[in-house]
Nanobody, 118 residues
Framework: QVQLVESGGGLVQAGGSLRLSCAAS????????MGWFRQAPGKDREFVAA????????RYADSVKGRFTISRDNAKNTVYLQMNSLKPEDTAVYYC???????????WGQGTQVTVSS
């Protein structure tokens, strides 16, 4: 059974940076694609970024393209989201997700809060 634990959230000023981490336990994360999503207050959860099993493919939401970078270290069973040039509209709870033995994300972390002040 795979479990995901996010960390690295916090409060940052606009223009600042944060790096989120998602540590996976259980089945090695090199066997499944992973992604990041976020949910702002009063809004639906939205896709942020995704990375394939061996990092050969990444994709991003248009709203974060050029500012966020997703990466993974399979040896550490960890996925990262480097967030630069943060904006107040990036404020949300960020969730890590994995597609374990499935084509869609079916394992989710508990989320980590990111707050960007103007």
């Amino acid at each position: 059974q795979v479990q995901l634990v996010e960390s690295g959230g916090g409060l940052v000023q606009a223009g600042g940076s944060l790096r989120l981490s998602c540590a996976a336990s259980g089945r090695t994360c090199s066997s499944y694609a992973m992604g990041w999503f976020r949910q702002a207050p009063g809004k639906d959860r939205e896709f942020v970024a995704a990375i394939s099993r061996r990092s050969s493919n990444t994709r991003y939401a248009d709203s974060v393209k050029g500012r966020f970078t997703i990466s993974r270290d399979n040896a550490k069973n960890t996925v990262y989201l480097q967030m630069n040039s943060l904006k107040p509209e990036d404020t949300a709870v960020y969730y890590c997700a994995a597609a374990v033995g499935a084509s869609e994300y079916n394992v989710w972390g508990q989320g980590t809060q990111v707050t960007v002040s103007s």
